[in-house]
């Protein structure tokens, strides 16, 4: 092999296949967020699931893990934190009103700092927030056919600022048009280069070609 390409590092992609199903693809190791049926064969080295159900016995091509329950815990060199959510408020006022269990995925691949926010149906807490911590890409299933309605969304964006929001769910397009972000060219896959491409000063929201 040419010496140039051993010092050439391979981009990262992220590419969304339909509602919260997306794969990270970095150097060394994939990852498989919410595999669903509608995305066909997808190959990765470890699952993460944000929900409990069918899905989580979809066959993942190369996948030795799955992870399905909140905690600290690391893969290959990835480390991943799963923060216990739920799909509906959790305020006082709403006591008993927490509906299902979902997961918050935060995990770094490359140096980038992910955090994909499943089904979750309320603000997130300072501690959770805290907990988080920097993120630079942030994904979020928002607006109609979800548990976020537009104002949540938005505390949640305005608490993690994130430097990167890739709307997900069953349309995308209209979560960014619920959150008033419109015009927005598809991308048939994000890619990050660097750490340093990504924006500094100003948030930039990504809409996915499903894929």
């Not at 944000?50 to 290959?76: H, L, T």
């Amino acid at each position: 092999s040419h010496p140039f390409h051993a010092t050439m590092r391979p981009d990262m992609e992220i590419t969304w296949h339909g509602d919260t199903c997306f794969t990270v693809k970095g150097k060394e190791k994939q990852v498989v967020i919410d595999p669903n049926k509608e995305a066909g064969h997808l190959k990765g080295n470890m699952v993460l699931l944000s929900s409990s159900g069918e899905n989580g016995n979809i066959e993942v091509e190369g996948s030795s893990k799955k992870f399905d329950w909140p905690g600290e815990y690391e893969m290959g060199g990835i480390p991943i934190m799963a923060f216990l959510a739920w799909t509906k408020s959790k305020s006082k006022e709403e006591a008993g009103e927490k509906g299902d269990n979902t997961l918050i995925f935060r995990f770094e691949v490359d140096g980038i700092k992910i955090c994909h926010l499943g089904e979750v149906g309320h603000v997130l807490t300072s501690d959770m927030v805290n907990e988080i911590g920097d993120v630079d890409v942030l994904m979020i299933k928002a607006g109609k056919d979800s548990n976020l309605d537009t104002k949540k969304a938005t505390e949640i964006i305005e608490a993690i600022e994130p430097r990167i929001v890739i709307a997900m769910g069953l349309n995308p397009e209209s979560v960014l048009k619920d959150l008033g972000v419109d015009k927005i060219e598809k991308q048939e896959k994000f890619v990050i280069k660097v750490v340093a491409d990504l924006p500094e000063a100003q948030m930039q929201y990504v809409l996915l070609a499903k894929v």
